[in-house]
T-cell receptor, first 114, second 112 residues
C-alpha cells in the first residue's frame, strides 16, 4: 500500500491567495483527519471525517478554512484567503475505524504564506 | 476538555542508555494512550499504544506504562540507538475518540 498521499509537499503563496491541499487516504480506511503542526501550538486536529461526513470540525480556526471529502478516496483542505499566520505543516491521516484506531499520517504539506 | 502535558521537551542520551518520556493527562475518562514518533520531514508514526485495562505493554526495546490513578503514562526506550533520534508525541483520548489531544512533543537525541 502506498500509504496516505498528500499533495503538494511544499506550497509557497502570497497573502490573500487561495490554497488547496489534497489528501488520498489509505484504501479501505473510513476515517480521515486533517492536522496542523506549528512550533508554537504543536499538533492540532482541524477536522475529522467518518465515512466522508464531517464529524468534528471544532478545530477549524476560522471561516477562511474549509474541508471537503467528496468520496472515500479524496479530501481537500482549502484556505481562502491565506494569511502569514497560516504558515505550518498540514498533515492528513486516516484510520480503519475511528479516532481510537491507529492513525496513519501522510508526509505533510509545508505551507508558507508570504 | 483534555489537557496533555509532556516532559521533558528535549532529551539527550548516550547510545545504549535508556530514555524515559512522561505524559500527564487531565480527563479521567481517557483510556487510550498512543505514542507517535516523528522523524525529520515525515509525518508521525504510531510506535506503541496502551489502553486503560492494562498497566504496561512492551514491544522489543519500547515499553509504555500507565498509572490511571495518577493520570500519567510513560514511554521507555532501552538500549537506545541513533535511529531512535526523533520527536516523540504522546496522546490521550476516551473510548469514543472525543478530545483526542496530543502532547507538545519531546525531541530525543541519541548521541553516538
Amino acid at each position: 500500500d502506498a500509504g496516505v498521499i498528500q499533495s503538494p509537499r511544499h506550497e509557497v503563496t502570497e497573502m490573500g491567495q487561495e490554497v488547496t491541499l489534497r489528501c488520498k487516504p489509505i484504501s479501505g480506511h473510513n476515517s480521515l483527519f486533517w492536522y496542523r503542526q506549528t512550533m508554537m501550538r504543536g499538533l492540532e486536529l482541524l477536522i475529522y471525517f467518518n465515512n466522508n461526513v464531517p464529524i468534528d470540525d471544532s478545530g477549524m480556526p476560522e471561516d477562511r478554512f474549509s474541508a471537503k471529502m467528496p468520496n472515500a478516496s479524496f479530501s481537500t483542505l482549502k484556505i481562502q484567503p491565506s494569511e502569514p499566520r497560516d504558515s505550518a505543516v498540514y498533515f492528513c491521516a486516516s484510520s480503519f475505524g475511528q479516532r481510537t484506531d491507529t492513525q496513519y499520517f501522510g508526509p505533510g504539506t509545508r505551507l508558507t504564506v508570504l | 476538555g483534555e489537557n496533555v502535558e509532556q516532559h521533558p521537551s528535549t532529551l539527550s542520551v548516550q547510545e545504549g542508555d535508556s530514555a524515559v518520556i512522561k505524559c500527564t493527562y487531565s480527563d479521567s475518562a481517557s483510556n487510550y494512550f498512543p505514542w507517535y514518533k516523528q522523524e525529520l520531514g515525515k509525518g508521525p508514526q504510531l510506535i506503541i499504544d496502551i489502553r486503560s485495562n492494562v498497566g504496561e505493554k512492551k514491544d522489543q526495546r519500547i515499553a509504555v506504562t500507565l498509572n490511571k490513578t495518577a493520570k500519567h503514562f510513560s514511554l521507555h526506550i532501552t538500549e537506545t540507538q541513533p535511529e531512535d533520534s526523533a520527536v516523540y508525541f504522546c496522546a490521550a483520548t476516551d473510548n469514543y475518540g472525543q478530545n483526542f489531544v496530543f502532547g507538545p512533543g519531546t525531541r530525543l537525541s541519541v548521541l553516538p
